[in-house]
């Protein structure tokens, strides 16, 4: 019997259950038979077969949070909540560093963090071990780097799944993935413009990273960092080119650097997967083509209302 089939009917709390990875994550635990509750800053116009309680995370204390995981008995905590985009540097230390000080102080039998690539900033081409230094450039690579060590310096069982960048049905239009495939999904003849495509990064899908998380959570490792991607580093430019050409229909790409800028230079990131193959038992079993078009599916029915309401004015 393995781990995970031995762990059916625990409970798992999940949040940021209304968010793109939270969704996913719940759902691969109410697969995986656990009892899944999750939390969500808004609960407008979610229709979920588990509970979900709205609080706003970034502000709720250290008591609420703990009352939730007294009330559902939960046996896991995974924290799939955070600040990505569209927020200040404030709110992505809320989100990213202090929420994970008032979990660890909530007393979680079992936290699971999901974070980021981006805690270990730019590597050289050579593949990102679990061991590379972590020298974060960004505020946010910052703010996830600081939530990760308070988790582990704090004695609290767990793991930190650094996740890379992910894809998949349902991918933020906000990210350069979901843009290409909302531009294509709305059939726009304008062109879109884009930062020049000159990174190679590594990319993994959403149910992957969701099955990664079952699997750390029904695990018995604790107190380290666990790699999550998907083993290779790949042509952004590519990437958009096979969205374009899933789609079947011309689009025209504009790459052109910010105005005032320069061209960014080139990055190249690809995460050494092989401890949470080890560790976990985990690979990924998607292969990006896949990704790009459930991806674009998805992108084309978050589409239909607008292309609905257009058609009948």
Not at 191 to 214: G, I, K, N, Q, Y
Not at 253 to 271: S, T
């Amino acid at each position: 019997m393995s781990a995970i089939d031995r762990l059916r009917g625990r409970a798992v709390l999940v949040l940021g259950a209304s968010g793109f990875m939270g969704g996913h994550v719940c759902r691969a635990f109410a697969e995986a038979g656990w009892r899944v509750a999750g939390v969500a800053r808004t609960t407008r116009g979610m229709t979920t077969p588990y509970e979900v309680h709205e609080l706003d995370l970034l502000r709720a204390d250290t008591a609420r949070i703990a009352a939730l995981i007294r009330h559902h008995h939960a046996d896991v905590v995974v924290n799939a909540a955070g600040a990505v985009w569209g927020v200040t540097t404030a709110e992505m230390d809320l989100g990213n560093r202090a929420l994970v000080r008032r979990l660890v102080a909530a007393k979680p039998p079992r936290l699971i963090q999901l974070g980021s690539v981006h805690e270990y900033g730019p590597v050289p081409r050579t593949a990102i071990t679990e061991s590379t230094p972590t020298v974060p450039v960004t505020p946010y690579g910052r703010s996830k780097l600081a939530g990760a060590r308070t988790l582990l310096e704090s004695g609290t069982e767990g793991l930190v799944l650094r996740v890379s960048n992910v894809a998949g049905p349902g991918t933020s239009p906000v990210s350069l993935l979901g843009m290409v495939a909302a531009h294509l999904a709305a059939g726009s003849a304008e062109p879109l413009r884009l930062a020049p495509l000159l990174a190679h990064r590594d990319f993994v899908d959403v149910r992957d990273v969701a099955e990664a998380v079952v699997a750390a959570a029904a695990s018995e490792a604790t107190g380290r960092v666990v790699n999550i991607g998907g083993g290779t580093a790949t042509s952004v430019r590519d990437l958009v080119d096979r969205l374009i050409a899933a789609a079947g229909h011309v689009a025209r790409i504009v790459e052109a650097p910010a105005a005032g800028g320069r061209p960014p230079e080139a990055e190249w990131q690809c995460m050494d997967i092989t401890l949470a193959h080890t560790l976990l038992g985990w690979q990924p079993r998607r292969d990006l083509d896949e990704s790009l078009r459930d991806l674009l599916s998805s992108a084309v029915q978050a589409a239909a209302p607008t292309m609905s309401a257009k058609a009948r004015r």
